[in-house]
């Protein structure tokens, strides 16, 4: 599969037809040998492609977005396409109603193949959590592809869409998007609307774009983003084509260089390649400067309480009553409670649920939830003064490379551990970008992490495509 841009421009020369399209996307979705997919949805793509193509012929297109091949993680809902989350408790929830970022792709042209997998309720760093399958690496079936938006990175690299759509609570775009040697990104928190994403995290969740280019995500990034009344999160801030702020260059450039995400056990492929992006900015124009984020040290722990407490409130309401699974055999009301969530939840929600509810409790609320609000006031603190004197934060995505699928099952605090150089933006609100900055000496995607100031998504996109260019 080709970039957006290149399948936007074979359909506006009519080198090709988005029927076409479509139909080499679906046969590829249907062979799906790195399990991306959870769902299929090939009545909804050939009508989308149909219609593309209709308008195409009447010199009415919709803009780079019609007719182009792309997917849902498959916690955004979608009218009459099973969505599940990755869990067995909504293994057959029928949305009747799309998210907000569906219908908008849709009101964009886009033809939307499917969902893809992820780890259960957003909750990993691998895909592994996914109750249904694993999703492979298309860099190297062994491993990994990232998560907890591993199918949504994995279809892409896979060349089965143009992009696709993933969310972010502590890294769930730009691990995966730097474990499969795409450019992933996660918009300021209230860009983009929320609005019937099943929820993990709702101080921290945010949709974005992945994509093989810059400019792709910049393209997605337009489709979806602005003010939504029906996510009382959503922000008023201004829509933009993004693209205009592409070639502006990074010459005047201020680019920080965080001394405490340079963490012991570092790969040293993934610090050269750091490095050397660094080096190819000042080579650019821009100036690079060391810069320290002290409270850095206190984001993994500030985000394993914070999380888990959002996630024991919002699955709540996985019952065993209105919708979701339900224990067939259970007498009582605590029973069907008990047997419900036991035979719905997979391990990993159900630790997070635990640990969160023990947090929220009494007696433990102000020792551990109002805390660790406390901190992450202080980690926000940290990026507010960094950008008084840098326009953008760089550093790697992840620590290390892609890890095999049978490592790390059986010690989550080391799975854990993955997230800590994605963690500080999520918590701090800020829009981060990973993308492809080398390959391991094995054949492994490399990915570097630009982050910027609330709602400047512009300078993020114009550094990152700079850089990608270089």
Known sequence: ????????????EKKTSAVEVATAALASAKEDTFSAFLAIDEAGAMAAAKASDERRARGAALGPLDGVPVALKDNILTEGVVTTAGSKMLADF????????????????????????????????????SAFKPTKNPFDPSRTPGGSSGGSAAAVAAGIVGG??????????RQPASFTGLVGLKPTYGRVSRAGVIAYASSLDQVGPMAHTVEDAALLLEAIE???ANDSTSSDAKKTVWRDALRSGVKGLRIGLPREYFVDGMDAEVDS????????????????????????????????????CEA???????????????????????????KSRSEGFGPEVKRRIMLGTFALSSGYYDAYYRK???VRTLITRDFEQAFQSVDIVLSATSPVLPWRLDEKLDDPLAMYLMDVLTLPCSLAGLPGLSMPSGVSASGLPIGVQLLGRRFDEATLLRTAFALEKH
């Open 1 to 12: 599969m080709k970039t957006i841009v290149e399948i936007g421009a074979g359909l506006a």
């Open 94 to 129: 029928t949305p009747p109603y799309d998210a907000t970022v569906t219908a908008r792709l849709k009101a964009a042209g886009a033809v939307i193949i499917g969902k893809t997998n992820l780890d259960e309720f957003g909750m990993g760093s691998s895909t592994v959590n």
């Open 164 to 173: 696709a759509l993933g969310t972010d609570t502590g890294g769930s775009i």
């Open 226 to 228: 602005g003010f939504d």
């Open 273 to 308: 390649s750091v490095r050397a992006a660094a080096k190819r900015l000042e080579a650019l124009g821009a100036s690079v400067v060391d810069i320290s984020l002290p409270h850095t040290k206190y984001a993994l722990a500030t985000y394993y309480v914070i999380a888990p």
């Open 312 to 338: 024991s409130s919002n699955l709540g309401r996985y019952d065993g009553v209105r919708y979701g699974h339900r224990a067939a055999d259970a007498k009582a009301l605590k029973e069907l409670y008990e």
């Open 372 to 374: 660790a609000q406390q």
